[in-house]
């Protein structure tokens, strides 16, 4: 086989080839770059023996299936043939124009393009039927997915093809038609982009947006630090993609997420994006207010409707030594409301005739609490909410009294994307779990998350955002209520 292209991506796939047994013709723009592709490759090889995954015969046996080329025409004999050239229509056409001349029109010609169309690249091959989509995910010696992408060009054979090939390297391909995103990208980028739109608008902090995901969704890394690694610019270039193909609010970018790219604040590369990276290190120095929280309060008044999670917050706070009463006319330093996602605090907070001590608090995850403020909570009562959180064990993130308050409003129009994919007839419930956990690292696919869920809590709280903000971009796709209506969930 051949790679062409030998960069962040390509380097990753020629070594997974080669690990596979597969020998590989490595072609390059010039003799710099190919240098230095074989040196990522070199280094890649190195670490793993260094870590002891890899023996040094096998080192040795992976490398000597490397054949460096001088032109495109050491590819004439390959079977297969993958562009991973930079994301530009025209430099993807100039390498297909070279592989169509070089290469035997038996040949597979593959492109790892990320949201580019795959069929304006097979239709300008002189050959389309043998052109598919390669698409793995970085870096490629880990990351275990690879979307299998065929084109209504596409020969009716190759798509389960070139899956079992993506078997034999190791991987769990997802086979799907091209659409913009695929199925990873699609899912992933508008829920970067919507986290981006909840910083901006203030809705929440930086730390606490990214804290919400991984402690409340379980996500290793929270969507803020995440499109740092990904780059700010990526991200908005596929957004944009996204945007052309489906139009509609869910993927009109953030401006912020604009202007840092315009600012060149693009990520980790750049040395900043939304975090600051000080000699590799993140900076966070906003805490969302969280680190100068006074200390927690002596009494509580806890008010809830008899709810499980009112009753383990009860005896948490009193094993933590706070004293507890249940009414709101006696005196007490904090009146915490006990609330779920689906409800408005405000109304309760009213009801106590003490609105500035009044703050919601949700038992969002294990160890997770959302300090919910409503128009009326005093700032000093949040901030002893958050230390009162802290005082009995869990991490506490601030949000405002709307629907799904922080967890619920990153989580609940994510899951509605996987929702409409499945109703779309893209792809399987199956190939979105698969997908997500193998191409993003998530713990639990997106359609595991809803059923943990729920789909009736899930369908409530995207009622509760469509409502609050009368944003089509919340409408809650008709396969989610129809599961919910018959308390059904996804992956059983
Ligand atoms: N970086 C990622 O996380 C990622 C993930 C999945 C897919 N992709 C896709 O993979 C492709 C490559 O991305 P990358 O991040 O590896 O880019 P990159 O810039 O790191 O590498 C591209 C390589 O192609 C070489 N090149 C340029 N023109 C060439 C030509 N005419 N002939 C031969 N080689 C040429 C460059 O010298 C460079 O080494 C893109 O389509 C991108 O969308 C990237």
Redesign the pocket.
Known sequence: MAV???????AGIAEVFARAGIGVVA???DAD?LG??LGILEASLAKAVARGKLAEAQQAEIWGRIRPAASFSDAARVDLAIE????RME?KR??FAELDRVCSPEAILAT????LSVTTIAAASKHPGRVIGM????PAPVMRLVEVVSTVLTGPELSAQVADLARHLGKTPVQVRDRAGFVANALLVPYLNHAVKLLETGYASREDIDTAAAAGIGLPMGPLALLDLIGLDTSLSILEVLRGEFGGPRYAPAPLLRRLTDAGRTGRKAGRGLYEYAGGARDDHDKGGNEAAPSSPSTVTLIGSGRAAEAELASAVAAAGVNVTRNPAHPSDLIVIVAGPDEQVLSAAIATGRGQQAVGLHLAAAGLVEVVSTCLTGQAHAAAAAALADRIGRKAVRAPDRPGFLVGALLYPHLADAVRMVQDGYATVADVDTAMTLGCGYPHGPFELLDKTGPAAVLDGLRGMQAGYGDPAFAPPPLLAEHAAAGIGFTG
């Open positions: 062409v292209g030998l960069g962040t991506m390509g072609i390059e723009i770059a230095h592709g991973v050239v930079p994301e430099i100039q390498v790892n393009t990320s949201s698409h793995f995910f970085n």
